[in-house]
Structure formats: structure tokens, C-alpha cells
């Protein structure tokens, strides 16, 4: 019962015109971003963050999730209308909510993945509100070496989970380490690795960092291809009969195991909603009646995809306000907005700031209703949203982006740290160095290093302190096999070379989503489709 | 440039990020040397650890890269686009541009400039796009939420 309090007193904390235009207005810019092929939902919290700084906390967070939920969602309207996922979450929508739109049932399909996109985050939602307190109140009697070992076990699950190399993701983890380190020793006060810089003393500021690695990389990205961007409208992409009571009661067994699936993987760090959105769809093919269907028009297909990548969004807020562990990238740059506002994610924050958590929880509730009303009085509109050229759409993303990163500490060299994450971020998405184990394990370093040193302190220096306590030892053990999986999987999965996709176009969407699906090191080979070169596939 | 050869020089710049990490705590943490990697209570006993774990990745990464099957499976690697380094000295000559001219100024010539990188050229469009944009910018950093962005020459 103490739950429903909280949540009513949430409601209560939230019920003004501030928070709920805020959460709106984070919607429908999300939905939009979201819709913009190459315009990702991390890019659009990341770009949108430093807005939140100078408002209310119950303004600020209401506004960026409404971003996160809408850009997910969002990802979908051109997956189906132009073939061309907005987000690499929706990839898995685009196969048969685009070929959906082609028989002339874009509206079905565009309906199908409205509703199951708000059922898969309303229950995820609600399993956010009942677990995360008393989890929360379970890790509250975690000690300094239990945390040093599940940070170490974060980290190691990121590093092997992101892109297609363990090494490549464990150097990522390295730099994001090196790079959390700049700036003076909390406990000393030595300067490290400032090379007598005095702008660097104060560390390495995280947003400017992550607007240069997520949105600066991906306008280089973009300049490569010279703003191409197919825009082959599927005729009839919004027309034919929507969704009928008779066909969604079919499909709520599919989009409630996707939920399942989504809000399990959203919870675990590194697995964020780009591999939910596939593993739901390979489970909803193999449960189908109509398997043959999935690729060809199935709204079965359309469902599990979008209900497996909603249901990350709030579950993948579990390990971030618990543990203060990021699930994704975009509760990496969710967690910096959070400490921006004086709430540090961890066991104590539900101590601390209780009624604005719930806050937060009553308005993950409030924008399923607005989204659901709002995609479905604007989703015949929405499609227009990709007509916008990217020479118009980048320019002005650039501007936003000096401006956001200036607005974090006023200070010029946040510039300078955005050009370099940028710069660092495209070489990076090149060369098929994960980003997001960077990013975390930045995110993550401090309190690493600080339990690290909290344990030795007080085992007076003794390393069996790691040891000593069951729950630090049996996250050791988990940590050491992940590790030996991972660095086995390295060095013994040989990818099989596959014939270049013949189409064109669908080898220009693919590409949108290399980078996001190698950072996963994601394969859909169990369909046997569209595999690269390399033997791996985008999604 | 092929993938086992992009990825042995992804190695090779690791290790030497590593190295100049272990080059530079003595000078930055006194009394540090390599023993004080096991000293975890030590101001650079962390620095050293990342920089290990950066090293370590960079030998495994090099060694995947010599394996006989993944060189018989080897990719290209896009190489840089001329687009992307004019974008990323643009970026460059904007900060200095944006304290010679002021904010709203360089932002309107960068909408103006940056389009041509896209291929867009639409100058209906572009224009009223450098003129509302910086402005909008700037009436929402500056009047609204109270940050002053540099003022330069112009505006």
C-alpha cells in the first residue's frame, strides 16, 4: 500500500500545468526526432538535456522522458511509411510494418504499433513502480565491495554485449574509465591526467562529451553520405482499416511475452531496446500460428517488435535509479540529467527524494495516455515529419549543439570537449569501436573507484574483502564467466562472408543502422535475412 | 583500408594512450611507479588500472587481427569522407567565430554555410532558417533561460 501512497503523492507533485506541458512537449518533440531517420533518441535527450538544467526537477525529468518514450516510438512511423526505421529500436518494425503499408494496410500497421508501444510501457512501467523501491530497500544493505563487483560485472556485460569485439568493447570500458579519471583525486586532491591544463581540472564535462559522441558524430555521419536519404513514400502508407477489436485480442499474447521479453532485457545493463525489438520478434515468429507471415506482413510481427523495444524505456530505469548502473545509452545521458538536477541515482535516492521519484513514475503513467491520445489524433500527420531534408535538419541540429553544450557551465571549452567527443565518436562509429561501454564506464568510474577504495579502507588493505561477503563473491564468479564467455565467443566466432544485399535503398537503411547494430553485435541469421559481408546483420 | 589493418592501428593508438598514461602519473601523483599498482588505496592506482585494461584489449584486439580466420573473412573499412573533416574544421573555425561575431551571427552563417556540405541548396528555405533559428536560439538561451552566450562584434 505504501506504493499507491507514494504514487498518489507523485501524482499530486506532478498534477500542474509545468510538468504536464513539459512531459507534452518531450513527447512531441520525441515523436519527431524520433521520426527523423538519423536523428536518434539518445541524440535527442543528449541535445535537449542542458535545456532541462535551469528548471524545476519535476519540470526538467517529465520533459526528457517524454523525449526518451516518444523517440522510441516514434521510430516506428517511418519503419512503416518509408521502409526506413527512425531509430535502430524500430528496425524489426520496418520488415513487416513496411510491408503492411505496401498491401495498402499502413494504417493497421501504424495503429498495431501505437497500441502495443503504450501497453508494453504501461506494464513496464508499473513493474518499474512495484520493483525498483523495494529493490532499492534490498540494495540499500549492499556493501562497498558488493557494489565494486556489480559495477565490474556492468561494465564487463557492456563491454561484451556492445559491438561485435569484446576487445573493442573492453578498450571502450578502459577509455571511459581514463577518461572519468581527469581532473583532481576526490580523496588526494592530485591533479590526473591534466597535462598542466587548468580548464581540465575540474574533469571532463559529461554532457558537452555526449552531445559531441551521439549527436556531432552522427551529423559527420550523415555529411559523408552527403544528406542522401531515400525517401520512397509507400503509397497508401497511412491507408486501409485500422486496428479492430477482433484482430488486437489476437494479439495480446504476443504483445504481453514481448513485454516480458523487453522489460527482462531493458533491466539488465547493455541490452537496450535495439536488441529487445529483435529477440521479441524471433520469439513472436517461432510462437506464431503464421510464421510464414513474419517479413511479409504480419501485424503479429509489427506488435512484438514495438512492444519488446517500448518495455526497455521504463524497465531500463530500474538498474539506473537503483544501482545508479545506466541500462542504455540514453539512461547514461538520463542518469547525467539526474545528477545535473541533485538527484544521484542509487539505493539512496528513494530515501532521499521518494515523492519526486514517484513523480517521475506518475508521469512515465500520464504519457502513455497523451501518447496514445496523440498518436492516434496525429498518426495520418506524422508521416510528413520525414520530408524534412537533412540539409535543413543537420545545420540547425549543429546550432542547438553549441548552444546546449555552452549552456551546461557557460564555459568555451565545453566546446572544445564537444568537437573532440565528435570527432572521437565518428572514428569511433568507423572503426567499429563501440561508444556506449565509454560512456558508462565514464558514468560508472567514480563510484567504482570509490567503492574500491571504501573496501580497502575498511579491510585495512586486505583484497579478501572481495571475497569475503557471498553476494560480492557470486557477482565475482558471474563477472569471470561472462569474461571468459565473452573473450571465447572473441576469438572463436568466425563470421561467414554472404552476398551483397541487391537492393539499393534497403542497403541505405541498413546502413543508418550499422553502427547501432554492430555496437550490439546483433544478428538476425536465425531468418536467414539481409546478412552483411561479415556474416552480421543490421538491427 | 582493410579491417584487420584498421584494427591493428586501433591497437597500436591504444597501447600508446596506455603508455602515456603511465608516463604521465608519475608526474602527476608523487612517488608512483609501477609498484603502485598494487597499492589500490594509491590516487593512481585507477588511473593504471584503466590504462591496463585499455592495453590489455589492445593486445587482444591485435592478436584477433593476426587470427587466420577472421583475416579470411576481412572487411573494408569506410575510409574518412572529404565532407566530414570540412565539417570538423567548420566546427572549428565556428568557435572563434562565434567570439568574433557573436552567437547569433555565426550561427546564421553556419545555416547558411552548412547545407551546401548536405547537397541542399534550397535558398527559400535556408534563409528564413538562418534568420529564426539563431534568434529563437538565442531569445531562448539568453532571455528565457538566462544563459549569455559570447557577444562578439556583431551580435
Same mark, same amino acid.
Given at each position: 500500500m505504501d506504493v499507491l501512497d507514494n504514487l498518489a503523492q507523485g501524482f499530486e507533485l506532478i498534477s500542474t500545468w509545468q510538468s504536464l506541458t513539459a512531459a507534452l512537449a518531450g513527447l512531441a518533440a520525441g515523436i519527431v526526432i524520433g521520426a527523423l531517420? =538519423? !536523428?536518434?533518441a539518445t541524440m535527442a535527450v543528449a541535445v535537449l538535456a542542458?535545456?532541462?538544467?535551469?528548471?524545476?526537477s519535476v519540470i526538467g525529468i517529465p520533459f526528457l522522458l517524454g523525449i526518451y518514450k516518444g523517440a522510441i516510438y516514434g521510430g516506428s512511423i517511418p519503419a512503416i &511509411? *518509408?521502409? &526506413? /526505421?527512425? #531509430? +535502430? +529500436?524500430?528496425a524489426a518494425t520496418a520488415l513487416d510494418g513496411s510491408a503492411l503499408a505496401r498491401q495498402g494496410r499502413g494504417r493497421l500497421a501504424l495503429e498495431t504499433s501505437l497500441v502495443a508501444s503504450v501497453i508494453a510501457d504501461l506494464i513496464a512501467t508499473f513493474v518499474l513502480i512495484f520493483v525498483a523501491a523495494p529493490l532499492a530497500a534490498v540494495a540499500i544493505k549492499f556493501g562497498s565491495p558488493d557494489f565494486t563487483m556489480l559495477y565490474l560485472f556492468a561494465l564487463t556485460m557492456i563491454a561484451g554485449v556492445s559491438g561485435n569485439s569484446f576487445a573493442k568493447g573492453a578498450m571502450s570500458v578502459g577509455l571511459g574509465m581514463l577518461m572519468a579519471c581527469v581532473? !583532481?583525486?576526490?580523496?588526494?586532491?592530485y591533479q590526473r591526467l591534466?597535462?598542466?591544463s587548468i580548464d581540465l581540472l575540474g574533469g571532463i564535462a559529461l554532457v558537452p562529451l555526449l552531445i559531441g559522441m551521439f549527436a556531432l558524430s552522427e551529423i559527420l555521419i550523415q555529411a559523408e553520405k552527403h $544528406? @542522401?536519404?531515400? !525517401? +520512397?513514400e509507400i503509397d497508401g502508407a497511412d491507408q486501409g482499416r485500422g486496428l479492430d477489436l477482433r484482430t488486437f485480442r489476437r494479439l495480446v499474447p504476443t504483445i504481453l511475452r514481448s513485454t516480458g521479453i523487453g522489460t527482462f532485457l531493458g533491466a539488465l545493463?547493455?541490452?537496450?531496446a535495439e536488441i529487445s525489438c529483435w529477440i521479441s520478434y524471433g520469439v513472436a515468429s517461432k510462437r506464431?500460428?503464421?510464421?510464414?507471415k513474419f517479413g511479409k506482413g504480419s501485424v503479429e510481427g509489427v506488435a512484438a517488435a514495438e512492444a519488446g523495444n517500448n518495455a526497455v524505456c521504463p524497465a531500463a530505469l530500474i538498474p539506473m535509479m537503483?544501482? $545508479? *548502473? /545506466? =541500462?542504455d545509452t540514453i539512461t547514461a545521458v538520463l542518469l547525467g540529467a539526474f545528477m545535473a538536477q541533485?538527484?544521484?541515482? =542509487?539505493?539512496l535516492l528513494f530515501q532521499q527524494h521518494g515523492p519526486i521519484l514517484y513523480g517521475f513514475f506518475a508521469i512515465l503513467l500520464v504519457t502513455n495516455v497523451m501518447l496514445l491520445v496523440f498518436g492516434l489524433g496525429a498518426i495520418r500527420y506524422? @508521416?510528413? *515529419? #520525414? @520530408?524534412?531534408p537533412p540539409g535543413l535538419l543537420y545545420p540547425s541540429v549543429t546550432v542547438l549543439c553549441f548552444a546546449g553544450a555552452f549552456a551546461v557551465?557557460? +564555459? &568555451?571549452f565545453d566546446w572544445i570537449v564537444m568537437v573532440a567527443g565528435g570527432v572521437a565518436g565518428y572514428l569511433m562509429r568507423k572503426t567499429n569501436v563501440p561508444i556506449p561501454p565509454l560512456v558508462i564506464a565514464m558514468l560508472l568510474a567514480p563510484g567504482l573507484e570509490n567503492n574500491i577504495r571504501q573496501s580497502l579502507t575498511l579491510s585495512d588493505g586486505s583484497y579478501a574483502v572481495f571475497v569475503e561477503s557471498p553476494l560480492a563473491a557470486a557477482i565475482l564468479i558471474l563477472t569471470l564467466t561472462v569474461t571468459v564467455f565473452f573473450t571465447w565467443r572473441s576469438f572463436h566466432l568466425t563470421p561467414t562472408p554472404q552476398p551483397p544485399n541487391p537492393s539499393e535503398e534497403a542497403r541505405d537503411n541498413e546502413k543508418d543502422l550499422d553502427t547501432q547494430a554492430t555496437r550490439h553485435g546483433h544478428r538476425r541469421c536465425r531468418h536467414g535475412r @539481409?546478412?552483411?559481408?561479415?556474416?552480421r546483420v543490421p538491427g | 583500408m582493410r579491417k584487420s589493418l584498421s584494427d591493428r592501428l586501433i591497437a597500436v593508438i591504444a597501447l600508446a594512450i596506455s603508455a602515456v598514461v603511465f608516463l604521465a602519473l608519475p608526474h602527476d601523483v608523487p612517488?608512483?611507479?609501477? %609498484?603502485?599498482? %598494487?597499492?589500490?588505496?594509491?590516487? %593512481?592506482f585507477f588511473p593504471m588500472l584503466a590504462a591496463t585494461l585499455v592495453g590489455v584489449s589492445a593486445v587482444m584486439l591485435a592478436v584477433g587481427s593476426l587470427n587466420t580466420s577472421s583475416r579470411r573473412a576481412d572487411d573494408d573499412v569506410d575510409a574518412i569522407g572529404p565532407r566530414p573533416v570540412l565539417m570538423v574544421i567548420g566546427f572549428c573555425i565556428f568557435i572563434p567565430l562565434i567570439h568574433g561575431l557573436g552567437m547569433v551571427t555565426a550561427s546564421a552563417i553556419t545555416i547558411l554555410v552548412l547545407p551546401l556540405v548536405f547537397g541542399?541548396?534550397?535558398y527559400r528555405w535556408i534563409l528564413p532558417l538562418a534568420v529564426l533559428l539563431p534568434f529563437a536560439v538565442y531569445g531562448l538561451f539568453?532571455?528565457?533561460?538566462k544563459v549569455l552566450f559570447p557577444h562578439g562584434a556583431v551580435f
Open positions: 531517420p =538519423g !536523428l536518434t542542458p535545456f532541462t538544467f535551469f528548471m524545476e &511509411t *518509408i521502409n &526506413t /526505421p527512425g #531509430t +535502430a +529500436a524500430a581532473g !583532481l583525486d576526490p580523496v588526494s586532491g591534466t597535462f598542466g $544528406g @542522401r536519404r531515400k !525517401l +520512397a545493463p547493455g541490452l537496450g506464431s500460428k503464421e510464421p510464414e537503483v544501482f $545508479g *548502473i /545506466p =541500462g541533485g538527484l544521484l541515482p =542509487g539505493p506524422l @508521416r510528413h *515529419i #520525414t @520530408r524534412i557551465n557557460n +564555459a &568555451t @539481409r546478412r552483411r559481408s561479415d556474416g | 612517488g608512483t611507479s609501477l %609498484a603502485t599498482f %598494487a597499492d589500490m588505496e594509491s590516487a %593512481a541542399y541548396r534550397d539568453e532571455k528565457i533561460l
